[in-house]
């Protein structure tokens, strides 16, 4: 158990629907990303956050949107979902070892797929 | 935006053979981690890298952060089945904000 928690693990839906995905990060941890794996592709950044506030965005559709609450957990919304948002979504967080250092430690991942 | 550049794409090898992959940037880094995932898992960190030079052993793996902070490698010695996985490498750059950079991975098969 890396103590970054994602829920839902599976989900299925439909185009057009709209999803929300949730993360709770490792306890102290004060930023989380999220990142989208399609089928054997590599891990695409969306989008972080730190203590609540946006911090980078990256190839994030409009469609898709976060936010990370007071108590620091993240939902990551998808919306008007494609056939080609199925993939694998995960949560990150971080938390600052000094001098800029980082570890990222990941959740479980939460697999959605679009009928 | 940056570029990391993971080779090879993928490996088969025999059991308990060594395994050797590694990754180069377009521009310097301040860290280097090497993650393992299994299919449909998240990523486990392997190993982090923090200083230009620095070569850090966990178990039968061994990392390096290169001279020019441009790279990156990774030593698996004496391979087993459950090395069986896809490496990611990861680098932090400090020109955007201390943001992170995946390479594409190595998906590594071990054969029995």
């Known amino acids: 158990d890396s103590g970054v928690t994602q829920t839902p693990k599976h989900l299925i839906t439909a185009t057009g629907q709209r999803v929300t995905l949730r993360c709770s990060p490792r306890?102290?941890?004060?930023?989380v990303y999220w990142y989208q794996q399609s089928l054997d592709q590599g891990l695409q950044f969306l989008i972080q956050?730190?203590?609540?506030?946006?911090?980078a965005k990256g190839n994030i559709l409009e469609r898709f949107s976060a936010q990370q609450f007071p108590d620091l957990h993240s939902e990551l919304n998808l919306s008007s979902l494609e056939l080609g948002d199925s993939a694998l979504y995960f949560c990150?967080?971080?938390?600052?070892?000094?001098?800029?250092?980082?570890?990222?430690?990941f959740g479980a991942g939460s697999r959605l797929t679009v009928l | 935006g940056q570029q990391l550049n993971q080779s090879p794409q993928s490996m088969f090898i025999q059991e308990g053979e060594d395994v050797s992959m590694n990754c180069t940037s377009s521009?310097?880094?301040?860290?280097w981690l090497w993650y393992k995932q299994d299919p449909g898992e998240g990523p486990v960190l392997l190993i982090a890298?923090?200083?230009?030079?620095e070569l850090t052993s966990n178990g039968r793996l061994t990392a390096q952060f290169g001279i020019t902070r441009k790279d990156s490698f990774l030593n698996i010695s004496a391979s087993i089945p459950s090395d069986v996985g896809i490496y990611f490498c990861?680098?932090?750059?400090?020109?955007?904000?201390?943001?992170?950079?995946f390479g594409t991975g190595t998906s590594l098969t071990v054969i029995p």
């Open positions: 990150a967080s971080s938390v600052p070892l000094g001098a800029g250092a980082n570890v990222l430690t």
């Open positions: 306890s102290g941890d004060l930023s």
């Open positions: 956050y730190y203590n609540g506030e946006e911090r």
């Open positions: 521009s310097i880094f301040n860290t």
């Open positions: 890298l923090y200083k230009a030079g």
């Open positions: 990861a680098g932090q750059s400090p020109d955007t904000g201390n943001q992170f950079y």
